[in-house]
């Protein structure tokens, strides 16, 4: 009996080991185009708003994907899901790699898409249904690392494959995932899941429609979109009330403290993107650095959160999540609030600066997966943190959005941080001001309206 509950423990630790360098893969892979796109503009002689579909169609896609695919994991077993995301993904990488013309590019990067948004979803639901509450924090630090590792190789990855060969073997890079699947397949355990019951087609289909027209709304700034988002979404809600087994159960709205925590996660996401977003455009646009450099000034920061990674998944399975998460708060408030003063400074102060935004990025990320995850019942483990992934991407989008629309009119603000060194980064300061205080205001929601639930279940 001893020697197979260690040889069961093995295996779990080489799955999670796994599913870390998958998701190192996955988040490289999101992140990487985006330094491509000046490269393929210029190749296929694109409008920036044409080039711009090279993200917005993966973000659309891999947003509807995590919640499906959330869905389906209640169903069937991850493995199953595994083989299919990444064989897809695997698909849509040689497509990429072949494409010849814009079109081609973009379906490779849709089914880049449909296979790659199995991963953040699984990476939520692994340590949920294999981890207890006093040792699922640990895991739930590693993913987050590996994704903190992701986000920091990204960018300088790309700068290296740009410069020296060409756009296109970016997708021979995301062909890595690939060496992860038999791995997957050995070390998942098989599950008995719920098979009885069909799938609620039609309730997919009306989330997949109000999904894609709001990120459209969203990163098109169209009113059209937006009312064929709202026309859909009034289709999702009749369908959830009216269906006999709905796509997904009223109850888990219902669910107070999975809402709430749905909506703070979306939140300090959205708040995260200020970092892989808004920081390379200051370093380029006020310190004239080139894309590569600016990466290299940001890695040390992404690589020192990812080594914490670890370390705070611990500290939230020993003292309780809501310890984390002020930890993660205070370090997001030291991290944006200085940048709003330091913002145009020297590079090196920068750099220095993130350490703290970072850190609090993906400790707050360890701590409400761990806490949302506690708020849930087996049966909605799946579809529940599939709509955590998926609120979290949409909260992504729109924060950018507003982001780029902020710097678009930055002649036009006043100054909101009296402190500020510089007036060449007024605009970033501003921002980095406003995201400050939704800091502020997420502390105090959090402190009176969770901190209760998260010391109880954390």
């Not at 639901?125 to 699922?136: A, K, L, M």
């Not at 603000?413 to 800091?439: C, K």
Request: proline share 3%; aromatic share 12%.
């Amino acid at each position: 009996m001893v020697v197979t509950a260690q040889k069961e423990k093995q295996s779990i630790d080489r799955l999670v080991t796994v599913l870390v360098f998958a998701l190192i893969i996955s988040v490289m892979n999101s992140t990487m185009f985006n330094i491509a796109i000046p490269s393929i503009t210029k190749e296929f002689k694109l409008l920036p708003t044409e080039a711009g579909w090279i993200v917005t169609a993966y973000i659309i896609i891999y947003a509807i994907g995590s919640v499906i695919y959330g869905k389906l994991a209640d169903k069937f077993m991850l493995k199953t899901l595994l083989t299919f995301g990444l064989l897809t993904f695997a698909a849509g990488s040689i497509l990429g790699f072949t494409a010849s013309s814009f079109p081609l590019l973009v379906a490779g990067r849709c089914l880049q898409a449909m296979g790659a948004s199995v991963m953040p979803t699984v990476s939520m639901i692994i340590p949920t249904r294999y981890f207890n509450n006093e040792t699922r924090g640990r895991v739930l630090g590693l993913t987050s690392a590996g994704m903190a590792l992701g986000t920091a190789i990204g960018p300088i990855a790309a700068g290296f494959v740009t410069s020296f060969f060409n756009w296109h073997y970016l997708f021979v890079v995301s062909l890595l995932s690939l060496v992860t699947l038999p791995f997957f397949r050995k070390y998942l355990q098989e599950e008995k899941q719920h098979q009885d019951g069909k799938i609620d087609l039609f309730g997919a289909a009306f989330l997949a429609g109000t999904l894609a027209f709001l990120l459209l709304a969203i990163t098109q700034s169209s009113i059209w979109f937006a009312a064929l988002c709202g026309l859909f979404s009034g289709l999702f809600i009749w369908r959830i009330l009216k269906a006999r087994d709905p796509f997904v159960q009223i109850s888990l709205f219902k669910n107070k403290q999975f809402s709430l925590g749905i909506v703070i996660s979306g939140i300090c996401s959205g708040i995260g993107f200020g970092i892989p977003y808004l920081t390379p455009l200051l370093l380029q646009d006020v310190n004239g650095l080139s894309p590569i450099l600016s990466g290299l000034y940001m890695f040390p920061s992404a690589m020192l959160a990812a080594c914490l990674g670890r370390s705070g998944g611990k500290l939230a399975d020993l003292k309780g999540n809501h310890v984390l998460t002020y930890i993660a708060l205070l370090s997001f408030f030291v991290g944006y609030s200085i940048l709003s003063i330091v913002a145009g400074l020297s590079p090196f102060i920068i750099m220095f600066v993130l350490m703290f935004a970072c850190i609090g990025q993906t400790f707050m990320q360890i701590s409400l997966s761990n806490t949302v995850s506690s708020t849930l019942i087996k049966a909605d483990v799946g579809v529940g943190m599939g709509i955590l992934m998926m609120t979290n991407f949409i909260s992504g989008a729109l924060f950018t959005t507003l982001m780029s629309k902020a710097l678009e009119k930055g002649s036009l603000m006043v100054q909101l941080n009296p402190l500020l060194q510089t007036q060449d980064s007024l605009t970033y300061s501003n921002i980095y001001t406003v995201l400050t205080i939704l800091i502020i205001i997420v502390t105090a929601t959090y402190h009176f309206r969770f901190k209760s639930y998260s010391t109880v279940h954390g």
